[in-house]
C-alpha cells in the first residue's frame, strides 16, 4: 500500500506541483490549504509523513502549531518544514518542535524526495529492525547509516535527516576539511554558506547537550570543517 | 566674520551714544554761553549808554594830551626797577623821528606826590656811558599852578639823582637812573602837588662825540612853546559807579579813545582773589575743551591791573562794533567771557565800556555733565557689548553644538533623537526638532534599504519556488528533444535567480546570526593564515599573499563573522583585480587597535560615493560581472566591523598601486 504523505501549504501553486511530483514517485498524497482543514481531517487519520509551511495564510507561525498539535497525537510521525524564511530555522530549532527536518522552499523536488525517502527508511529501520546494520564507529561516536541514529557515549543525538548526512560526510574521513560545497553536495541540500553554518552549529549543540565536553566537530576558519580524529 | 564678531561689531553702534550726547552737550554750553553773553552785553550796553553826565562830560573833553595818573597804593621805592607800577610796558609810547629811540611814560600818585617812570629803549646807538660826555639826557618841563618848572637830568653815571629846577627856587626833585640792557628806566618824584599838573619832557640820544642831540623823542620840541601832556587822574567816582553797577561776577572798565583805562570797577584789586582759583584736573579741562574747543580761544593775559587795554577786541570796540570773545586759561581753566560796548557821545565813539566774567560754573556744569555721560553711556557701551558677546556666544555655541550633532548623527547614523536643543522654545529648538524629523526620514529610509533586499527575496522566493516546482514537473512529463532545451534554459534562469535571492537575504541573515554570535578568544594571525590558505585553494592561479606581524594576536572576536567579512573583502579584491594582479591580506597591530587590510593592485575607487561605499545596496563596480552584485558585501564588512565596534574604511593607495580596505578593531 502507497504510503501516504500531506502536505499543508498556503500557496495552492506550489502545493498542488509538490502534490504531483511526489505522486510521481507512487506517493499517496493529500493537500491541505490551511491549518484547521489539515487539522481536522489528520485528527481522523494520521498520514505516514506531514510536510508543513510555517506561514500559513494569515498565521504566520500557524505551522508550528499544527505541527506541536500532531506531535501531541503521534511521537513517531516524520514530520518535514518547509519554509520561504531563513529566519525560521532558527526560531524551529529554538522551538525543539521535534520535527524530522527543515527545508527551505528552494530546494528542488528532487531533493524533497530524497528527504522523504530517506525519512521512511529510518522511520522502516527503526520499526522493522533492518538485518544489515552497516555501522560506523568513531570512539564513542556511534553511527548507524540505515536506522540513521546517531549516539555519543551511547547517548542518543536526535538529529534531523540534513544533520545525519552532513555528519556522516565529515566522519568518513576524520581529519580533513570538508568544504561547505562538499558538505552541501554530500547532504543533498542547495543552500548558501550561512545555512551551513547555522545548521552545524546546531549539531555541536546537540553533541554539547548529550556531552558537555564535546569538541569534535571543528571549524576550520575560511575552509570548512572537520571531525577531530580521536585522540590515540 | 563669525556671528560672534558681528554682534559685537553692531553692539559698537552704541558708541554712537556719547557721541551724540557730546553733540548735545556743546548746545548746551553754547546756548549757556550765548545767553550769558547777551545778558553782559545788554548790561554794557546800558552801562555804555547811562554814564552819568559829569563823567561823560569829561569824556566829551579829554584834553589832547594826557597820562592817566595812577594812584598807586603804595609808594614805589625809587630804584628804577618797575616791578611797583601798575601797568608795566603799557604807559604812553613815545618815538624818535628814526623809530630807534622808545619812551614809554609813567605816571603814578601816592600821598600827594606825583611820580614818573621813563622807561627808555635806544636801539639806535652803541650805547656807553661815558663819564665826560653823558650820552643821554632827559629834560623834563612841569607845570603846576605853582609855576613852571625844568629839569635837565643828565648824570654823570647811573644811580640816584637829586636836583633842582633849572630855574631858582623851584623845589628838588629826587630820582633814579637804571641801566638796562639797550636803554635805561628813569624813575622821578616830583615835588608838585597832584592835580593840574601838565609835563612835557624831551630824552635825547646823543651818538658819538659831537654834542648835537642826535635823536629826540617826546612832545618837548620846541623849549619855547612845549605841547604839555595832562596828566589825567584816574575817576574814582566812575569807578565807584561802574562797582555798583558791576554784575556779578564781572569786572567792568571804562577806556577812552586811545584803550587808556579811566575806570576800573575792581578798586582794590588785591581785596579781590583770583576768580579762577578753583584748580580744575587735566582730565576736566581736556574735557570741557572737547565740547567748546573751537570758540574759545586761549588766554591772552591781561596784567592784573590794566593801565591800558589793547588786543583786536579792544580795537574794534573803538572802531564802534560791539565785540564779545571768549578765552580760558589752560592752568586754571577759567573762562573768560570779554565784552566791549563802544560809548558814544554826540554822534561819536568817545570809549568804551568793557566787561569782562568769568565763568567757572560754565566749565564745571558742562564738565560735570559730560563727564557723567561719558561715563554712564560708556558703560552702556560695554555692558552691552558683553550682553551681546555673551548671547552670542552662547547663540554660537548652540549653534556648533546642533550642527556637530546633526553631522555626527550623519556620519554614524547615531539615532537623532540624541540631538542636543530639541526642547528649547526659540527657532534653534524648532530646527533642532525640524533636523530631527529630517534624519528620522533619512534613518527609516536607511533603514528601508537596508531591510528592502531581504524583504524582496522572502516575497520572490515564493513565486520562484511555484516556477522551480513547476518546471520540475514538467521535465518529468517525457519532452521532445526542442522542449527539453527550452525547459534546461528556463530552469538554468530559475537558478540563477535563486542565487539572487539568496545573495539578497545575506545580509539580514547576517544580522540574525550576529545575535548568535559565538564569542571566543583568539589568535587573529592564525585566523587570517588560515583563511588565506583556503582562498589559495579556492583562487588557485592568483597571487593572494598574507602580511602578518610576529608575535601573537590575540583577540576576542567572532571569528565566523571576520571570516566571513574577510570573505567578502577577498571576493571583492579578486573579482575587481586582473588575472596577474595581487591580492595583499593583512594585519597589523597599532596601540589601541588591530588594523586588518586587504589591498589589491589593478583597480581604482572612484570618487563619488566613497563614504558611502558601505552603506546597503550601493555599488561601485564600473564593469558587470557574470555574477549578479548587489552592494552588500561592503554592507556585511561593516556590520561585522560594527559588532567589534570597529570601522571601516577604503581608499586608493598612492601612486596608483592599488585600492586598500580597512578593518579597524579595538583591542
Not at chain 2, 618824584?189 to 609835563?199: E, F, H, M, R, Y
Not at chain 2, 562797582?243 to 572798565?253: G, L, M, V
Not at chain 2, 554822534?347 to 560735570?368: C, K, M, P, W, Y
Request: charged share 25%; hydrophobic share 40%; proline share 4%.
Amino acid at each position: 500500500m502507497a504510503r501516504h504523505i500531506a502536505i499543508v501549504e498556503d500557496e495552492a501553486a506550489i502545493r498542488h506541483n509538490y502534490e504531483d511530483a511526489l505522486r510521481r514517485y507512487g506517493y499517496q498524497v493529500t493537500g491541505y490549504g490551511d491549518k484547521h482543514s489539515a487539522l481536522a481531517a489528520l485528527k481522523r487519520r494520521l498520514p505516514d509523513l506531514v510536510i508543513i509551511d510555517v506561514g500559513l495564510g494569515d498565521e504566520v507561525e500557524g505551522g508550528f502549531e499544527l505541527c506541536r498539535e500532531l506531535r501531541s497525537q503521534s511521537r513517531s510521525l516524520p514530520i518535514i518544514f518547509l519554509t520561504a524564511r531563513d529566519s525560521d530555522l532558527d526560531v524551529i530549532s529554538g522551538l525543539r518542535l521535534g520535527a524530522d527536518d527543515y527545508l527551505t522552499k528552494d530546494i528542488s523536488l528532487q531533493h524533497l524526495v530524497a528527504r522523504v525517502v530517506a525519512l521512511f527508511r529510518r522511520v522502516e529501520a527503526l520499526s522493522g529492525g533492518a538485518l544489515d546494520e552497516q555501522l560506523l564507529e568513531r570512539g564513542p561516536l556511534k553511527f548507524s547509516v540505515e536506522r540513521m541514529e546517531v549516539s555519543w557515549n551511547d547517548k542518543p543525538v536526535p538529529l534531523t535527516v540534513t544533520e545525519f548526512w552532513l555528519i556522516h560526510s565529515l566522519i568518513r574521513h576524520p581529519g580533513y576539511v570538508r568544504t561547505r560545497q562538499q558538505l552541501m553536495d554530500d547532504a543533498n541540500v542547495l543552500v548558501d554558506d550561512q545555512t551551513i553554518t547555522s545548521h552545524i552549529k546546531r549539531i555541536r549543540r546537540k553533541f554539547v547537550k548529550a556531552d558537555p565536553h564535546f569538541d569534535r566537530l571543528d571549524t576550520v576558519y575560511g575552509a570548512g570543517y572537520r571531525w577531530k580524529p580521536d585522540p590515540e | 566674520m563669525k556671528l560672534r564678531t558681528k554682534l559685537v561689531a553692531l553692539s559698537l553702534l552704541t558708541l554712537l551714544l556719547p557721541w551724540s550726547a557730546w553733540k548735545l552737550l556743546q548746545e548746551l554750553e553754547r546756548f549757556l554761553r550765548e545767553s550769558q553773553q547777551d545778558a553782559l552785553l545788554a548790561s554794557a550796553r546800558a552801562m555804555a549808554s547811562a554814564i552819568p553826565m559829569e563823567f561823560s562830560s569829561r569824556l566829551l573833553f579829554l584834553p589832547e594830551n594826557y597820562v592817566p595818573l595812577w594812584a598807586l597804593q603804595e609808594q614805589p621805592a625809587l630804584d628804577g626797577y618797575n616791578d611797583d607800577w601798575p601797568g608795566t610796558g603799557q604807559g604812553q609810547e613815545f618815538v624818535s623821528a628814526d623809530g630807534d629811540l622808545l619812551v614809554q611814560l609813567l605816571a603814578g600818585n601816592h600821598g600827594g606826590q606825583l611820580f614818573v617812570l621813563f622807561d627808555v629803549e635806544d636801539r639806535g646807538s652803541n650805547r656807553s656811558t661815558s663819564i665826560d660826555h653823558p650820552a643821554d639826557s632827559i629834560v623834563l618841563f612841569a607845570r603846576s599852578p605853582r609855576g613852571l618848572f625844568s629839569f635837565t637830568i643828565s648824570p654823570m653815571a647811573p644811580g640816584p639823582i637829586q636836583l633842582h629846577s633849572d630855574r631858582e627856587n623851584s623845589g628838588q626833585i629826587e630820582g633814579y637812573w637804571l641801566e638796562r640792557e639797550n636803554g635805561y628806566r628813569v624813575e622821578l618824584a616830583l615835588p608838585s602837588s597832584v592835580s593840574n599838573t601838565d609835563i612835557s619832557f624831551q630824552v635825547q640820544s646823543k651818538s658819538g662825540t659831537s654834542g648835537e642831540a642826535a635823536r629826540v623823542a617826546g612832545p618837548l620840541a620846541d623849549f619855547d612853546q612845549p605841547s604839555w601832556i595832562s596828566l589825567e587822574a584816574g575817576w574814582p567816582g566812575l569807578s565807584r559807579w561802574l562797582d555798583r553797577s558791576e554784575i556779578e561776577s564781572a569786572r567792568t572798565w571804562l577806556i577812552d579813545r586811545e584803550a587808556w583805562v579811566l575806570a576800573d570797577s575792581r578798586l582794590d584789586p588785591a581785596s579781590e582773589g583770583n576768580p579762577g582759583t578753583q584748580r580744575t584736573t587735566w582730565l576736566q579741562r581736556l574735557l570741557y575743551r572737547l565740547v567748546a574747543g573751537s570758540r574759545t580761544t586761549l588766554l591772552e593775559n591781561w596784567p592784573a591791573v590794566p593801565v591800558r587795554l589793547d588786543g583786536d577786541a579792544i580795537k574794534r570796540v573803538l572802531a564802534g562794533e560791539e565785540v564779545i570773545s571768549w578765552t580760558q586759561d589752560l592752568d586754571t581753566a577759567v573762562v573768560w567771557n570779554t565784552v566791549a560796548a563802544p560809548v558814544e557821545l554826540q554822534g561819536e565813539i568817545h570809549g568804551a565800556i568793557v566787561v569782562q566774567s568769568t565763568s567757572d560754573g560754565l566749565l564745571l556744569v558742562t564738565n560735570r555733565a559730560l563727564g557723567r555721560l561719558l561715563f554712564t553711556t560708556l558703560a552702556i557701551t560695554f555692558g552691552l557689548a558683553a550682553g551681546l558677546w555673551y548671547f552670542a556666544s552662547s547663540l554660537s555655541r548652540r549653534v556648533r553644538k546642533l550642527s556637530n550633532a546633526v553631522s555626527q548623527a550623519m556620519q554614524d547614523s547615531a539615532a537623532p533623537e540624541t540631538l542636543p536643543l530639541r526642547d528649547d522654545r526659540d527657532e534653534l529648538g524648532e530646527l533642532a526638532r525640524n533636523n530631527q524629523k529630517l534624519l528620522r526620514a533619512v534613518a527609516d529610509y536607511n533603514k528601508y534599504l537596508e531591510t528592502l533586499a531581504s524583504k524582496l527575496s522572502h516575497e520572490l522566493k515564493t513565486p520562484l519556488a511555484i516556477t522551480r516546482s513547476s518546471l520540475e514537473n514538467l521535465s518529468s512529463k517525457g519532452l521532445d528533444g526542442e522542449s527539453k532545451q527550452f525547459l534546461e534554459r528556463a530552469q538554468e534562469g530559475v537558478d540563477r535567480q535563486f542565487a539572487i535571492v539568496r545573495a539578497m537575504s545575506e545580509a539580514s541573515r547576517l544580522e540574525a546570526s550576529i545575535a548568535v554570535a559565538e564569542w571566543e578568544t583568539l589568535d587573529l594571525g592564525k585566523l587570517i593564515r588560515n583563511c588565506v590558505e583556503a582562498y589559495r585553494s579556492v583562487h588557485a592561479g592568483r597571487t593572494l599573499l598574507a602580511q602578518l606581524p610576529e608575535g601573537e594576536t590575540p583577540l576576542k572576536c567572532a571569528p565566523d563573522l571576520l571570516a566571513q567579512a574577510l570573505d567578502k573583502l577577498v571576493d571583492n579584491a579578486i573579482s575587481l583585480s586582473g588575472e596577474n594582479d595581487e591580492v595583499t591580506v593583512g594585519l597589523s597591530c597599532k596601540e589601541t587597535h588591530y588594523e586588518l587590510f586587504v589591498r589589491n593592485t589593478g583597480s581604482h575607487l572612484p570618487g563619488e560615493l566613497q563614504e558611502r561605499l558601505f552603506d546597503s545596496l550601493v555599488s561601485l563596480r564600473e564593469r558587470p560581472g557574470t555574477v549578479p552584485h548587489l552592494g552588500l558585501g561592503l554592507y556585511i564588512v561593516r556590520l561585522v566591523a560594527a559588532v567589534h565596534d570597529g570601522q571601516v574604511s577604503a581608499r586608493n593607495l598612492p601612486a596608483g598601486r592599488g585600492v586598500e580596505f580597512l578593518i579597524s578593531i579595538p583591542v
